[in-house]
Nanobody, 122 residues
Framework: QVQLVESGGGLVQAGGSLRLSCEGSGRTFGTHAMGWFRQAPGKEREFVAAISWGSRTTNYADSVKGRFTISRDNAKNTLYLQMISLKPDDTAVYYC???????????????WGQGTQVTVSS
């Protein structure tokens, strides 16, 4: 079983930066593909970024490409999302997830964290 805990969310002005972290509790973190999703009030859960278990493959939503960077440190059992040039539309609860493939679809993931709030003010 994989348990995931996100951290690093907060309030930031437009144009600012944040780095989100997702720490896994088990010894098999490095065998999973990982993804970041977000959900704003009244909106559907949205794909943000994904990364394969060995970091050879990454995928990004068009809305964040060039601004967000997904990475992982398997030795530290941690997934990251570096976010720069933040926009008010980035405001959402951000969730990390673990699965077999770095998919854009949330139902492809088996394990989820509790989420961390990111709020971007104008």
């Amino acid at each position: 079983q994989v348990q995931l805990v996100e951290s690093g969310g907060g309030l930031v002005q437009a144009g600012g930066s944040l780095r989100l972290s997702c720490e896994g509790s088990g010894r098999t973190f490095g065998t999973h593909a990982m993804g970041w999703f977000r959900q704003a009030p009244g909106k559907e859960r949205e794909f943000v970024a994904a990364i394969s278990w060995g970091s050879r493959t990454t995928n990004y939503a068009d809305s964040v490409k060039g601004r967000f960077t997904i990475s992982r440190d398997n030795a530290k059992n941690t997934l990251y999302l570096q976010m720069i040039s933040l926009k008010p539309d980035d405001t959402a609860v951000y969730y990390c997830a673990a699965g077999n493939l770095p998919s854009r679809y949330h139902n492809a993931y088996n394990y989820w964290g509790q989420g961390t709030q990111v709020t971007v003010s104008s």
